[in-house]
């Protein structure tokens, strides 16, 4: 090939070249060389018919040049067998001394034909040695060109290890020997070697530093510098002045390995330095998916979300397939808050681990949780936990009511179920607490405990409105300000009776005031308005509240772990910041409600010490009697039907003090137990203390009170002359075992005879079992009048044991012990003996009686003559509806 010709080829003017040659042809028509040399040109024009009829010709005289020319025309025209005929008569020993070439020349040919990598790459022989001879850089130079050509290694037919050792080859070499001995590639297929050269020296100093090593690439960098042309060193300028800063700046630090130093740098919670030297590595040409994972790692530690990001999404453009770039994607997403996208990526990255035919992703998928499951778990605990909320309830910041299905949806679609649904991706992370203090701190509510006044706001005035567009007075602005409270303390739901009960609703009104106890119980915190408490008061002004009197609050006091007291301006009682009035306050309280400290901080409800809740709920009113009995379900832990109508039968102040022992004096009990000390007497009276012992404690349940009692049956009752027309009736009765007495009722009672056949009647003392446990605390020494007259209250107190079995042997037989339990049992016996109030019961049907309300207490006395077996044999438990 001529130089004007081979000239144009190498700088790629092809159309020169082409007009050059025709003007030869036109001259001289036998040019054989000239039309093998068009036909070169042609090819690379992609004018193949052109190139094949000039190679026609060109074939004519058989010749190297002609049979190239004739196989490269060929291969373009889709003629392979031929194109092959013609390869193997170019490179007969006796035409081609440069064998190898030509093979590469046939190489790059039958690719340019079927762009097939994998066909053309067995037509380039590779000697075995792996130096940088003659033969092996050609294969090298055609395995580069070809792989820039289609892309992508041979799909697993030649290794990544066989195109790094062609890249190796060709960075090895000079840039000066590969131009001047190779430059045939050029001329015929447009191969720019200078810049394969080039790029195969910086792709073995990025694969150097990609691996770590950090002097070997450095020693490849200086090897390139040295070995190129001053072109190639203006040309790559930029690329190499990064590199060689970058690489020098750490090799000086004591980097040898910029990834393995990023890794330890981020296992030790050195983010900064981590993302500082895998930033250096993805600049370096050392970007894999894994240093972008690690650096979002880096980056999501040090808060900063866009950038982690965008790393964790160059992860999944690097491997779209793999899981690991959604598990960050995830995690950044959910630092950020990013939640309803977090759950998204979770979920992608489920579906590719499912989906993966490895199976170490297959094993990782197990590990992981779906949504469902997530989704049960958590409805589960909610499911819990609604069941001790009010049924209905106001949302603090709209004003809005919600019922319990709409506030479980309103959970579904709130920042905290998402921030829970996307935390939780590994079944480990199924710990029922933390959902717990979720689920808790999310339904959280405030009660409300007031005293009603005037016109209050009822349901059906705010349902579908908000209380904060209601005309803010009286009431309304009472319940506006309490979800203002509320909601400043940090919680979404307020709960008010007078607007949060359907009233009306014969199934909710009873189902809410016996759930009362346990809302208020369960509640995050209860907001106490005291509506006639001034800022200007001082301590002590809660014995002054009405809210003191009223019957429901008891419960609502006694109830709820944390209770804040406001005055009338909406400022807390006595201006004490203290997050729990309830202990701060205590004393006064105490003094106020007569109920121990104690028990205002740890109370329990239950049917232990009934009689000082008794007396408790006898202080208050209610404007229903039967609402002072409801109101007190809760406290004893009992529940009943809930009927309007029943009047005074279920007012349980009309028990008032009634269990209360009035208090002998010392010389009244001292001579009663003198009268009774002797031994038959004493026996009688260890049974007696025994009898009471084994009864059955009060007790509450299906709709009955069952009441532990010494009984003594009416005998006689005969009314009053003259009071027909009064309200209430006076009647006279004689029961046996007691002194005669005199009632006042509003109910009209038949006058009877023994043995008659109305309605039978009993009074009834009603069995206190402390009082044993009274006398058991008091020592030898001790003074009979020191013994209070009632016990004070005890958590959890139960009777103590009986005289009789607190030792193995019989009584009398240790004499110490005998004489002490012989004398509490007829200090029992001289108690009994004292006045006492008592119960009037009526027979109703079966084993049942119903209670008679007198106007006044009915105080009763033991006749002197009645024996203590005969009260042994009364001792009952009776049935009171």
């Not at 058989?62 to 170019?90: V, W």
């Not at 904060?468 to 009776?497: H, I, M, N, P």
């Not at 009984?711 to 005669?740: M, P, S, W």
Request: glycine letters at 4%; hydrophobic letters at 35%; proline letters at 3%.
């Amino acid at each position: 090939m001529d130089s004007i010709t081979r000239n144009a080829c190498i700088t790629g003017d092809l159309d020169t070249a082409e007009a050059w040659l025709t003007q030869r042809i036109d001259t001289d028509n036998s040019d054989h060389n000239a039309y093998a040399n068009r036909s070169f040109v042609r090819a690379r024009k992609d004018d193949w018919d052109g190139a094949l009829h000039d190679a026609l010709k060109s074939a004519a005289m058989p010749s190297l040049t002609g049979y190239l020319s004739s196989a490269i025309a060929l291969c373009g025209n889709q003629r392979i067998q031929d194109a092959m005929k013609e390869f193997n008569l170019a490179t007969m020993p006796n035409l081609s001394p440069t064998f190898l070439i030509h093979h590469g020349f046939q190489a790059i040919a039958l690719f340019n034909a079927k762009q097939q990598h994998c066909e053309a790459i067995p037509h380039i022989q590779r000697p075995p040695d792996a130096s940088p001879n003659a033969d092996s850089l050609v294969c090298s130079i055609v395995e580069v060109y070809l792989d820039n050509l289609g892309g992508v290694c041979c799909n697993g037919l030649r290794g990544a290890g066989d195109f790094t050792a062609a890249v190796n080859t060709i960075a090895g070499s000079s840039e000066s020997a590969i131009c001047s001995e190779y430059e045939d590639f050029n001329v015929l297929f447009g191969c720019d070697l200078k810049l394969m050269w080039q790029n195969a020296n910086q792709m073995r100093c990025d694969a150097f530093l990609q691996a770590g090593g950090i002097r070997e690439a450095l020693e490849s960098y200086r090897h390139m510098m040295d070995m190129s042309g001053e072109t190639t060193k203006a040309n790559c300028l930029a690329w190499s002045t990064s590199k060689s800063s970058s690489i020098e700046h750490y090799t000086a630090k004591g980097f040898t390995d910029i990834v393995a130093s990023g890794d330890a740098a981020l296992k030790a919670g050195n983010y900064e330095e981590a993302i500082e030297l895998y930033s250096a590595a993805i600049n370096l040409g050392s970007a894999s998916d894994t240093i972008f994972a690690n650096r979002s790692k880096a980056k999501l530690e040090q808060r900063l979300w866009e950038d982690a990001l965008l790393d964790a999404q160059q992860v999944i453009k690097l491997s779209p397939c793999n899981y690991l770039g959604y598990e960050m994607k995830h995690a950044v997403l959910r630092a950020a808050q990013y939640y309803d996208e977090a759950i998204e990526a979770f979920q992608v990255m489920l579906s590719i681990l499912v989906n993966s035919s490895e199976k170490r992703q297959q094993d990782l998928f197990l590990e992981y949780a779906s949504r469902s499951y997530i989704e049960v778990k958590i409805q589960k605990i909610v499911s819990d936990r609604i069941q001790h909320i009010p049924i209905r309830i106001l949302d603090t910041s709209t004003g809005r009511l919600y019922d319990l299905k709409t506030r479980q949806e309103a959970f579904k679609t709130s920042v905290e179920y998402k921030e829970l649904l996307s935390s939780i991706t590994k079944r480990t992370d199924l710990q029922t607490e933390r959902i717990k203090e979720v689920v808790v701190k999310y339904f959280g509510y405030v009660m409300l405990s007031h005293k009603w006044e005037g016109k209050e706001p009822l349901l059906c005035d705010i349902q579908g409105k908000s209380v904060y567009e209601l005309e803010s007075v009286g009431s309304v602005r009472k319940l506006q300000r309490f979800c203002e409270t509320a909601r400043d303390a940090g919680y979404r739901w307020a709960w008010s009776d007078t607007c949060c009960i359907n009233k009306v609703d014969i199934e909710e009104l009873p189902e809410s005031i016996t759930s009362m106890f346990r809302w208020y119980r369960h509640s995050a915190l209860t907001v106490v308005y005291l509506s006639d408490i001034s800022p200007s008061s001082g301590s002590g002004a809660l014995v002054n509240s009405v809210w003191i009197t009223r019957g429901w609050t008891l419960q609502e006091f006694l109830a709820p772990n944390i209770i804040l007291f406001y005055r009338n301006d909406w400022t807390p009682y006595l201006d004490n910041p203290s997050d729990n009035h309830k202990e701060f306050i205590m004393q006064e309280l105490k003094d106020v409600m007569g109920i121990d400290s104690r028990i205002h901080v740890t109370f329990s409800p239950g049917t232990e010490d009934p009689r000082e809740k008794l007396v408790w709920a006898s202080k208050r009113v209610t404007e229903k009697p039967e609402d002072i009995a409801y109101s007190l379900f809760g406290v004893f832990g009992v529940y009943s039907s809930v009927m309007y109508g029943e009047g005074k039968e279920t007012d349980i102040t009309s028990y008032g003090s009634t269990l209360l022992l009035p208090c002998p004096s010392k010389d009244e009990i001292q001579a009663s137990i003198s009268s009774l000390r002797i031994a038959e007497e004493e026996e009688l009276a260890l049974d007696l203390y025994n009898k009471l012992y084994d009864v059955d404690p009060v007790d509450f349940s299906n709709q009955r009170l069952y009441l532990p009692c010494i009984e003594f049956r009416v005998t006689k009752i005969k009314g009053r002359h003259d009071q027909d027309k009064k309200k209430n009736f006076t009647y006279d009765l004689k029961a046996k075992g007691l002194c005669d007495l005199s009632i006042i009722t509003d109910e009209e009672l038949h006058s009877s005879r023994e043995n008659s056949t109305v309605p039978k009647l009993l009074l009834v003392r009603p069995w206190d079992c402390h009082l044993l446990e009274l006398l058991d605390h008091s020592s030898d020494t001790e003074s009979i009048d020191n013994i209070s007259c009632f016990p004070s209250p005890s958590d959890n107190s139960s009777c103590p044991s009986s005289p009789s079995n607190s030792h193995d042997g019989l009584p009398g037989e240790d004499e110490s012990l005998g004489s002490k339990s012989g004398e509490q049992a007829l200090q029992l016996i001289a108690h009994l003996k004292q006045p006492f109030r008592a119960f009037l019961l009526m027979h109703k049907r079966g084993k049942e009686y119903t209670r008679i309300v007198s106007e006044y207490d009915i105080i009763a006395r033991v006749e002197e003559t009645t024996s203590i077996q005969n009260m042994t044999k009364w001792v009952k438990r009776v049935q009171v509806v």
